[in-house]
């Protein structure tokens, strides 16, 4: 006779179908605290203006390069001590989260790797046949796919200013 299984012992399975979700939901959960946090840590509006003149600048220099004309490469040569500086401040905006996050998803992963170890957790059957994925790539998929999902829903997705 078999014994029931609860959903959290099914889920905490360290084999398909179980670890499978139990990875989506972990993935779901990271990607949804790391997007929150990116909204409320950064100036959006900020970086958008920021990413507007370091995109008309690389436009100048781009047409000051193309054309040969010197007064243009002058100028933009002027203008790009700023532009560097613009450029490390966006790259500081977003590994504010990064950094914030970065030990609390360490220590998660290595629970992950203790747990779900070598086993396949996740079987992709239209590879043909059955395809496994262990924990990295499963967690990999998961983890891209959440986060492309969350920054759009939170507005954090690039969108071009062209």
Do not use: H
Not at 11 to 19: F, K, N, R
Request: with cysteine; hydrophobic share 50%.
């Amino acid at each position: 006779m078999r014994r029931a299984v609860s959903p959290l012992d099914w889920l905490l399975t360290p084999s398909a179908p179980g670890a499978a979700i139990g990875v989506i939901l972990i993935s779901m959960g990271i990607s949804f605290l790391t997007s929150s946090a990116n909204r409320l840590l950064t100036n959006r509006e900020q970086l958008n203006a920021w990413r507007q003149e370091i995109s008309q600048w690389t436009s100048d220099f781009n047409e000051a390069r193309r054309s040969g004309d010197k007064k243009l490469m002058a100028k933009v040569k002027r203008q790009q001590p700023r532009i560097t500086q613009l450029q490390s401040k966006m790259m500081w905006q977003s590994m504010k989260v990064s950094l914030l996050f970065m030990i609390p998803f360490f220590i998660i992963w290595q629970l992950l790797i203790g747990f779900y170890g070598g086993n396949i957790v996740a079987y992709l059957p239209w590879f043909g046949g059955e395809w496994g994925l262990q924990i990295f790539y499963w967690y990999l998929i998961c983890s891209f796919f959440f986060s492309t999902l969350f920054s759009r829903v939170f507005g954090l997705a690039f969108v071009g200013t062209e």
